[in-house]
């Protein structure tokens, strides 16, 4: 990119070395904050490449300029360069820092998440600045050639013919101004609209690292036999799969599982495997693309229901679960009060008991006595104390029936069958109760189709809830990765709000002006567009990584353009009429603007495709929105943000003008 656009060798390299440059700086810094060199910090350098060499690119592009247009010899172009985008620089790398400043103030769940990536991206980002300012100016003082440069214009002629283009385009939409902002209102509503309901939001994004467990989980207290028998099923259903590289397997008393590599499409070779396994009996079964040691598994999605009263928490849950199973996109479903201990449960008929003469407390002393036996007398000898255990023996407790034929003594003498007054049943016991804030709660998980988002998912289980019918008190609420999201969600949001007003202090600053900020800031809320129609294109969900990319892109969106309104000033300075000025500054920096955009956009690309796998494809949705939404807003600061400049000024010299003659009016009636 540099090569095409600066046609000098030289200059390029100039350029790529400000990225080692700034990257030592950079691990120089962390160093001091008690940051290592890992997998977090590498990340953060990483996202940072892209947006290490804009400052250089800028500053190199001023210094060709001034040669180019001026003939100013290199040294003296250096400096006069370098110096005309210093502030707007700086401002311009300040915003950057300020989108990852809240996140590293704020507490809470995303600062522990993202403070190493934050803070590698801000010292970098300040590394790069350093660099633009020190090492360029020196290198080009030294190494360039003017009478090359000079040349390197004249060859540049399909750029040229394409400025000259972009000038015409830029004239026309400022005859057309209101048309130009009228449409991209229209436009940006109707992304929203159209494509805004497309979107599917997750937590944590879901990422083909070819593996995948089976897990299905069993009544606890079952034998490892029966473990065993259903881990064989589940292999030999795992081995025939053509995409299995290989696996291995665990044999627990609660759960039988089965960890896979596979060769390629992981979440293909899911749903053959949880089709081919469904109906499995006795089991519940959980098919999920991460490796599994224990029964229990991470859900896609979860919530719970609150109340106090456990039956009617369950009658809830299963209607719920009921309804869940209905469709399809909606898998492995799974309730915190499956998986308890078998247990044996006695049903008294009480009008029998009393007409024998029995009390449901001697029945019930008897049968502790029998199954697990009383211990009357202590028997000791010396220091030693030895308990006597009387207990039935196992040949007439070893199944419900033989309980249910014993008898038990009435208050007239007689003794009564167990079986004639009582039935026992094999249920399930509640494997935990679990209480929120006081009340009872019920937990429910599940995997969601690729197809589906949180946003979904949500929407059906508050509908489903509703229809149950819920009494006073209960309530829905989210759980496990939801929660989180809901939790970060409002972490980001107070971060995001920062952010803005950072940026617009910054601006304003910058710009010696309240209006002119916003003008910029226009393109923060713009930029989204480009960031839905790319996560619709791609079917990425939005993710908290997501989150964090567009927190980046409101740093990046307003960079291009504060360099190129600081031009403008500075032409209007020089007495340049305000429309001339905007077609000139426009076709001044648009070589710098598609450079920076381009080399960031391309910086991002190998993490937009998740090459290296692993933890890179975490990071794939914050890639896509920022290529998407910066690709976007350059379209914004080339076309739009005159545009609106335009309008903004054109008001403001009406108003001096309608002012200026109120004050002459005045002082004609004085006079």
């Known amino acids: 990119v540099l090569l095409v656009f600066l046609k000098d060798i030289r200059a390029s390299i100039f350029i790529s070395l400000s990225i080692p440059i700034s990257a030592m700086f950079t691990l120089f810094l962390l160093n001091t904050q008690g940051i290592s060199l890992n997998m977090v910090s ?193 292999e030999e259903v795992v081995k025939n799969d053509k995409n299995t590289k290989e696996f291995y397997s665990i044999s627990r008393t609660d759960a039988a599982i089965v960890n896979v590599d596979v060769k390629k499409d992981t979440f293909k070779a899911m749903e053959r495997i949880r089709e081919k396994l469904k109906d499995m009996p006795d089991v519940n079964l959980t098919v999920a693309a991460s490796e599994a040691t224990s029964s229990r598994t991470s859900k896609d999605y979860s919530f719970q229901i609150e109340g106090d009263n456990v039956e009617e928490l369950n009658r809830i849950a299963n209607s719920i679960i009921s309804d869940i199973k209905k469709e399809s996109w909606m898998k492995d479903v799974k309730s915190s009060t499956e998986g308890g201990y078998p247990q044996a449960k006695l049903e008294v008929n009480r009008v029998k008991a009393e007409s024998y003469g029995i009390n449901v407390t001697n029945l019930t002393t008897m049968l502790n006595m029998t199954v697990l036996g009383v211990a009357p007398i202590e028997v000791s000898e010396g220091t030693e104390r030895l308990d006597v255990t009387l207990q039935f023996e196992e040949q007439y407790r070893n199944s419900l029936e033989k309980i249910l034929n014993l008898e038990v003594k009435s208050s007239n003498g007689a003794y009564v069958r167990i079986g004639d007054i009582a039935t026992l049943s094999n249920v399930e016991g509640a494997s935990s109760i679990t209480k929120y804030n006081g009340s009872r709660t019920v937990t429910v998980g599940l995997n969601l189709d690729s197809s ?28 496990g990765s939801a929660k989180y999201q809901q939790d970060m969600g409002g972490e980001l949001s107070r971060a995001l709000g920062l952010s803005v007003i950072l940026i617009y202090i910054v601006l304003a600053i910058q ?150 003659k109120n004050v002459e009016k005045e002082k004609a009636k004085m006079a």
């Open 452 to 479: 589906k988002g949180f946003n979904d998912a949500a929407k059906f289980i508050k509908a489903s809830f509703e229809k149950t019918n819920p009494g006073e008190g209960y309530k829905l609420a989210a759980a």
């Open 42 to 234: 590498l990340m953060g350098l990483a996202l940072a490449v892209g947006s290490l060499v804009d400052n250089s690119v800028v500053t190199l592009d001023n210094i060709f300029d001034h040669m180019q247009e001026y003939r100013e010899p290199p040294n003296v172009a250096a400096v006069r360069g370098t110096n005309e985008v210093i502030l707007p620089m700086i401002a311009s790398t300040m915003t950057s820092v300020c989108v990852f400043l809240p996140i590293v103030i704020y507490e809470g769940f995303t600062k522990e998440v993202f403070k190493g990536i934050a803070l590698s991206i801000m010292f970098a980002l300040g590394a790069s600045i350093i660099v633009a300012m020190l090492f360029i100016p020196m290198v080009s003082s030294r190494f360039l050639n003017l009478q090359k440069i000079v040349d390197n214009k004249d060859k540049a002629k399909y750029f040229n013919e394409f400025k000259e283009k972009y000038k015409g385009v830029i004239a026309a939409a400022l005859n057309n101004k209101w048309k130009i902002v009228i449409g991209t209102i229209i436009g940006f509503i109707g992304t929203m609209v159209i494509f805004g309901p497309m979107m599917k939001t997750t937590f944590f994004p879901t990422i083909d690292n070819k593996k995948y467990s089976v897990v299905a989980s069993l009544a606890t207290g079952l034998d490892l036999e029966k473990s065993y028998e259903i881990t064989k099923q589940i």
């Open 511 to 660: 710009l010696e002006s309240f209006i002119l900020p916003l003008v910029i800031m226009t393109s923060l809320p713009l930029s989204i567009i480009g960031v839905v129609i790319g996560m619709v294109i791609t079917r990425v969900q939005l993710s908290m990584f997501v989150m964090i990319g567009i927190i980046m892109l409101m740093g990046m969106v307003v960079n291009n353009a504060i360099v190129l309104l600081d031009f403008v000033a500075s032409m209007r300075q020089k007495g340049v009429p305000l429309r001339e000025a905007l077609i000139e500054a426009g076709g001044s920096r648009l070589r710098p603007i598609l450079m920076t955009t381009l080399t960031t956009v391309l910086g991002w690309i190998p993490m937009a495709l998740a090459i290296g796998g692993g933890s890179a494809g975490y990071y794939q949705g914050m890639a896509i929105a920022v290529m998407f939404g910066l690709s976007f807003s350059t379209l914004l600061t080339l076309i739009f943000i005159p545009v609106l400049y335009l309008i903004v000024e054109e008001a403001k010299e009406k108003r001096a003008e309608k002012k200026k």
